[in-house]
């Protein structure tokens, strides 16, 4: 196939309805429709050095053909052209990590300061040591990208309120404590982004099957590592006894992102330099149903001297705007000692700081991102001139 001589001409009217009506044997206003994608697609594609515009430029230098599968062919690499794109696309709406406990392996990005908080409230009755615990809280996570899009800071914490019912051997009492039940600032870094650091499969233009086929690279996910400190200042009922009031934090986080599911795994250590040491699985997975809203579903476990249980965690997160989500959830366990239920409500915002998007070198997704950033900045640059600011 022979190439127009002046590529950067190939959307001039020149190319008409007729034209594409010849190339892909259709009537003249599907022809029209297909005419006006093309424009678009190309508006997209800020790089004339990509696959996606060199496969355009291919498209329109079809000529009249009798051979079906050369129509096919065509037909099928636009639908290539516009998956590569909406997969490419950079989407500047809130990351959060709630309703869920577990910790996504992206951070917030650049100079964007994000809150997530909730309230939720539940009960837990001990049958070991005849408790009924009725218990409200406020959770919370403040995070803030900083210097660059791969670090993340956080502090995370948790105000709670226990009223506390016993009957013990027939000896009944009621008790109350309320304090900062969890507080821990730390860092998140991302060390590996497949998205990123592998390249991205070019379609096969020949073979539907091969486009089908599994990729096993898709199952490498994003990888990040986390460091952190708990703390606690003044007298708090929440820590056992001997328990220090500073303890540092580790975990592993990884991330699968598969279209309209994601996969989290943390595995976390905690209170290193304590006797009792703590160590926690989770396990979240997301599906999106539509633009604005997605469920989930969560196992944790947890496996410690002082406490150890396996909790199921479900709910759902509804985006309003691009910076603003609200989201609920329940939890159960699956012991007596104590059991325990929660149901929770919560909000995440985030005050987006950033005027362009940072990007590192040499990256496939960075190149993405930056190619829409000037897109953007062209777009607002005319949309002033309009106005005649």
Same mark, same amino acid.
């Given at each position: 196939?022979?190439?127009?001589?002046?590529?950067?001409?190939?959307?001039?009217?020149?190319?008409?309805? $007729?034209?594409?009506?010849?190339?892909?044997?259709?009537?003249?206003?599907?022809?029209?429709?297909?005419?006006?994608?093309?424009?678009?697609?190309?508006?997209?594609?800020?790089?004339?050095?990509?696959?996606?515009?060199? @496969?355009?430029?291919?498209?329109?230098?079809?000529?009249?053909?009798?051979? *079906?599968?050369?129509?096919?062919?065509?037909?099928?690499?636009?639908?290539? #052209?516009?998956?590569?794109?909406? /997969?490419?696309?950079?989407?500047?709406?809130?990351?959060?990590?709630?309703?869920?406990?577990?910790?996504?392996?992206?951070?917030?990005?650049?100079?964007?300061?994000?809150?997530?908080?909730?309230?939720?409230?539940?009960?837990? !009755? /001990?049958?070991?040591?005849?408790?009924?615990?009725?218990?409200?809280? #406020?959770?919370?996570?403040?995070?803030?990208?900083?210097?660059?899009?791969?670090?993340?800071?956080?502090?995370?914490?948790?105000?709670?309120?226990?009223?506390?019912? $016993?009957?013990?051997? %027939?000896?009944?009492?009621?008790?109350? #404590?309320?304090?900062?039940?969890?507080?821990? @600032?730390?860092?998140?870094?991302?060390?590996?982004? *497949?998205?990123?650091?592998? !390249?991205?499969?070019?379609?096969?233009?020949?073979?539907?099957?091969?486009?089908? $086929?599994?990729?096993?690279?898709?199952? #490498?996910?994003?990888?990040?590592?986390?460091?952190?400190?708990?703390?606690?200042?003044?007298?708090?009922?929440?820590?056992?006894? %001997?328990?220090?009031?500073?303890?540092?934090?580790?975990?592993?986080?990884?991330?699968?992102?598969?279209?309209?599911?994601?996969?989290?795994?943390?595995?976390?250590?905690?209170?290193?330099?304590?006797?009792?040491?703590?160590?926690?699985?989770?396990?979240?997975?997301? /599906?999106?149903?539509?633009?604005?809203?997605?469920?989930? %579903?969560?196992?944790?476990?947890?496996?410690?001297?002082?406490?150890?249980?396996?909790?199921?965690?479900?709910?759902?997160?509804?985006?309003?705007?691009?910076?603003?989500?609200?989201?609920?959830?329940?939890?159960?366990?699956?012991?007596?000692?104590?059991?325990?239920?929660?149901?929770?409500? %919560?909000?995440?915002?985030?005050?987006?700081? /950033?005027?362009?998007?940072?990007?590192?070198?040499?990256?496939?997704?960075?190149?993405?991102?930056?190619? $829409?950033?000037?897109?953007?900045?062209?777009?607002? !640059?005319?949309?002033?001139?309009?106005?005649?600011?």
């Amino acid at each position: 196939m022979s190439g127009p001589k002046k590529r950067k001409n190939i959307f001039r009217p020149k190319y008409t309805n $007729r034209t594409i009506s010849t190339v892909f044997k259709t009537p003249d206003n599907d022809a029209s429709n297909i005419l006006n994608l093309f424009a678009k697609i190309k508006r997209s594609l800020q790089n004339e050095r990509s696959f996606g515009y060199k @496969i355009i430029i291919n498209l329109l230098s079809l000529r009249e053909t009798s051979q *079906p599968i050369m129509r096919k062919t065509a037909i099928f690499s636009l639908f290539l #052209i516009i998956a590569s794109n909406l /997969h490419a696309q950079y989407t500047e709406t809130i990351n959060s990590n709630r309703p869920g406990q577990s910790q996504g392996a992206f951070a917030v990005g650049t100079n964007v300061i994000q809150l997530e908080s909730g309230l939720y409230f539940g009960n837990e !009755e /001990h049958s070991g040591l005849g408790t009924d615990t009725d218990l409200w809280g #406020i959770d919370y996570q403040l995070r803030y990208g900083l210097l660059f899009e791969n670090l993340e800071l956080n502090l995370t914490g948790a105000y709670e309120s226990q009223d506390i019912f $016993r009957n013990f051997l %027939g000896t009944t009492s009621e008790g109350k #404590i309320s304090n900062f039940r969890a507080n821990t @600032i730390g860092a998140k870094y991302l060390i590996f982004d *497949p998205y990123r650091s592998l !390249e991205p499969d070019k379609p096969n233009l020949y073979s539907w099957k091969a486009n089908q $086929r599994f990729k096993w690279k898709t199952l #490498i996910p994003a990888v990040s590592i986390y460091a952190g400190a708990n703390f606690s200042l003044g007298d708090n009922p929440y820590l056992y006894e %001997g328990e220090n009031k500073f303890s540092p934090k580790a975990a592993l986080i990884t991330q699968n992102n598969w279209g309209r599911w994601v996969l989290v795994l943390n595995f976390i250590a905690d209170k290193l330099t304590e006797e009792f040491r703590s160590y926690t699985g989770i396990i979240t997975f997301t /599906h999106t149903l539509s633009q604005n809203l997605a469920i989930f %579903g969560e196992y944790q476990t947890i496996k410690s001297d002082i406490y150890a249980d396996d909790i199921l965690r479900a709910g759902g997160a509804y985006l309003i705007g691009k910076n603003f989500q609200f989201d609920i959830s329940g939890l159960v366990n699956f012991k007596d000692t104590p059991s325990k239920w929660q149901v929770a409500a %919560g909000v995440s915002y985030r005050l987006d700081l /950033h005027k362009v998007d940072e990007f590192l070198e040499e990256s496939n997704e960075g190149n993405k991102r930056r190619q $829409r950033s000037r897109k953007l900045s062209r777009e607002r !640059e005319e949309t002033d001139d309009g106005d005649g600011n």
